[in-house]
């Protein structure tokens, strides 16, 4: 049976699922699974290859994905590399993409269904391994995206606030783009 969440707790673990962002503290309505394991591959930061900028591997985002959003702004650190993009109007989508090395696919696609009560779908044609997640048991507007196994490293495009076609649509373009630009 799927784990319903509270719709905050729906948003914070979008986020801290999806594109791996948000604190380690343990606030209740995530469980992190991506630490626990020892990964096979050493990781950026601990003498693996440096992970490409994430803003950079999505460059013409509001273009490929028909979505209005504003400049991507970078984050993250040598484990992890982020890029948020903000609606360019309150209300609107909001979009996230992370770059992660170490093999973590299994671990997140773990972690994703775990969250949003969901098993991901297969998408043919982008990386080595790739999964659609979308839920709006309880987020109305939709929470969901991409998450991409591709050599070493693991990609995630979040989104929310599209209904399903449109999200799957959008995520996977984004995918592709970025796959490509690795």
């Not at 948000?22 to 020892?38: F, L, S």
């Not at 013409?60 to 360019?88: I, K, M």
Request: aromatic fraction near 4%; include cysteine.
């Amino acid at each position: 049976m799927a784990r319903r969440l509270p719709l905050t707790a729906v948003l914070f673990t979008a986020a801290a699922v999806l594109t791996g962002c948000g604190d380690d503290a343990d606030d209740g309505a995530t469980a992190t699974t991506a630490e626990a394991g020892a990964d096979d591959a050493t990781t950026p930061g601990e003498g693996g290859p440096a992970l490409p900028d994430a803003c950079g591997l999505v460059p013409d985002a509001a273009a490929v994905s028909g979505l209005d959003l504003g400049e991507g702004a970078p984050d993250g650190d040598d484990r992890r590399r982020v890029c948020a993009f903000s609606a360019t109007e309150p209300g609107q989508v909001g979009l996230t993409v992370a770059v992660q090395g170490g093999k973590r696919f299994d671990q997140k696609t773990a972690q994703s269904e775990s969250a949003l009560g969901v098993e991901g779908e297969p998408v043919d044609g982008i990386g080595d391994r790739a999964l659609f997640f979308f839920s709006d048991e309880d987020l109305p507007e939709g929470v969901g995206g991409v998450l991409v196994g591709v050599r070493d490293l693991t990609l995630e495009v979040t989104l929310q606030g599209l209904d399903e076609v449109t999200m799957r649509r959008a995520a996977t373009a984004l995918a592709e783009l970025a796959v490509s630009n690795l």
